[in-house]
């Protein structure tokens, strides 16, 4: 699907960013791969890494329209992975990530439709189903956007998805690595904030496989939700470090016990699929009547349950201490 085609990806220096492109690489001949970020730096440190002959690198801001539309130009799918994910830095600077999360999902619709592309898909994050912080609630705002874009191009414009999905094992500002910095720095404690918690748990390689097949599965307004395990944060703690205390230090502003990713509310829009489910549009495209029963690759769901939600603390698979061990060691690999 990817072969002599050309992808942009927004925050293409992130953690996601780079393990897709490392896959796209990998697994296809893509004519151009293009890096949409604001950080030279990150760039330049990335284009060591990266520098075959498709890889392109454009500083921009998803906050300019202008840019993002110039970037797009030839372009056949977009990811559209930039955000302010940090909950607390949310919390505290809300209008920039207002800017960034909701008008930066604006313009890179807005773009995608000038430039004529043909299909974009936007990650989002669990905390974007009933949020209770700015960071999801910015998300679900873009979520809303993106599903709603395919209404505004009609069949003949570009067709639009979302991606949702938990956690990912050893992505920057993630529990992983701050774990691991204070066991390496000799801590005698690791901090949680309460011993209930939980989280929907996924590797990065895994979030890009998805994202990859969605192209493929995709009709546009769909929101996507991969079936993944939970974890106990007390049983992460106790898996990268099993002699350590652990100190309880509350809630974070912004921070959920649980996390969801299909809502109870939304059930009557959910369907199951062998490896994930979809959110169908709460919106009716007035250009087209899709069963999403059947995706466009062949695959078939059915409706969930009337009340179901998919919840990190209801979630019946779960993993043990033993097999977090495991899965941190192949993902972080």
């Known amino acids: 699907m990817f072969n002599g085609k050309s992808i942009l990806i927004t925050g293409g220096t992130g953690s996601f960013g780079k393990k897709y492109v490392q896959t796209l690489l990998r697994d296809y001949q893509p004519r151009r791969i293009i890096v949409y970020s604001r950080d030279e730096l ?13 890889m392109r690198y454009f500083i921009g801001d998803v906050r300019d329209r202008q840019r993002l539309t110039q970037a797009m130009r030839g372009v056949d799918y977009v990811i559209h992975a930039a955000a302010l994910k940090q909950v607390p830095a949310a919390e505290y600077n809300p209008m920039e990530c207002i800017k960034t999360n909701i008008h930066g999902a604006e313009n890179v619709i807005a773009a995608s439709i000038e430039a004529g592309v043909n299909k974009v898909i936007a990650l989002s994050t669990d905390k974007a189903a009933n949020p209770i912080n700015l960071y999801g609630a910015t998300k679900l705002a873009s979520d809303k956007l993106f599903v709603a874009a395919n209404n505004v191009v009609g069949k003949d414009g570009p067709s639009f998805a979302v991606v949702r999905y938990g956690n990912v094992v050893g992505s920057r500002g993630s529990v992983v690595p701050f774990f691991a910095k204070l066991i390496a720095e000799r801590a005698h404690e690791l901090p949680i904030t309460h011993e209930s918690m939980t989280r929907f748990w996924i590797s990065l390689q895994q979030g890009v496989d998805f994202v990859l097949r969605n192209f ?33 230090i509350g809630i974070r502003p912004g921070e959920k016990l649980h996390e969801i990713m299909c809502p109870s509310d939304d059930s009557h829009l959910t369907l ?10 709460t919106i009716k495209f007035h250009h087209a009547d899709i069963d999403y029963t059947a995706n466009a690759a062949g695959e078939t769901g059915r409706p969930v349950p009337a009340g179901f939600e998919y919840n990190s603390g209801s979630n019946p698979h ?16």
Request: charged content about 25%; proline content about 8%; glycine content about 6%.
């Open 42 to 54: 990150k760039q330049y440190e990335m284009q060591q890494e990266y520098s075959h002959p498709a």
């Open 216 to 248: 493929t599965r995709m009709w546009g307004g769909e929101i996507f939700v991969p079936k993944i395990p939970s974890i106990r944060i007390t049983d992460l703690a106790r898996a990268m470090a099993p002699d350590m205390p652990i100190r309880v």
């Open 272 to 281: 199951e699929f062998a490896d994930h489910y979809v959110l169908r549009p």
């Open 318 to 333: 779960f993993l043990s201490v033993g097999e977090i061990v495991r899965f941190n060691g192949e993902a972080m690999e």
